[in-house]
């Protein structure tokens, strides 16, 4: 019991680091199941009835978040950290996972660094894909040229 408890403050922490302060909570609640690597022991996947929530990177350990997870945290209006608004013109197409053009970015966190995790919504706030920035979040805001966000999973892909 101990284990899991250690493990679970683990993830929360990870969490809480990268994607802000109280992220850890939101996510991995208490009914979460954590599935480990076969050859190496160490965290995997983390879900949630089912649903995958994020996935532990190995080569930095750091979480790529799922569709779900992105969910999860865009229900909490306080965590607004790291998320990317687009126009209704592109929404359609990020959702079926197509990355984002600076040009269509009508608001980004100026916090947003490249590399990191990043969440997608549309104007009404809802999520539409996960992904990592390539830009700022400031010259997400800027620039009306290339690539803003590289979009991992959108919401309307199988």
């Known amino acids: 019991m101990r284990d899991i408890l250690e493990t679970l403050d683990k993830i929360r ?3 809480d680091y990268q ?3 109280g992220a850890g909570d939101v996510l991995f609640r208490e009914n979460i199941e954590i599935v480990f690597s076969r050859t190496t022991g160490r965290i995997r996947h983390i879900y949630l009835k089912g649903k995958l929530l994020a996935t532990l ?5 750091m979480l790529s978040l799922s569709v779900e997870g992105a969910k999860c945290l865009s229900r909490k209006a306080r965590l607004a950290h790291l998320w990317v ?3 209704a013109e592109a929404a359609p197409f990020i959702a079926k996972g197509k990355s984002v053009f600076a040009k269509h970015v009508i608001y980004a966190d100026a916090k947003i660094r490249p590399q990191q995790e990043t969440i997608v919504l549309n104007k009404k706030d809802k999520v539409l894909a996960v992904g990592k920035a390539v830009l700022t979040g400031q010259e997400m805001k800027v620039f009306k040229r ?3 966000v590289r979009v991992r999973k959108g919401v309307s892909e199988k």
């Open 13 to 15: 922490r990870i969490a």
């Open 19 to 21: 994607l802000g302060k």
């Open 57 to 61: 990177r190995p080569t930095d350990g």
């Open 85 to 87: 608004k687009v126009s």
């Open 146 to 148: 290339g690539l803003a």
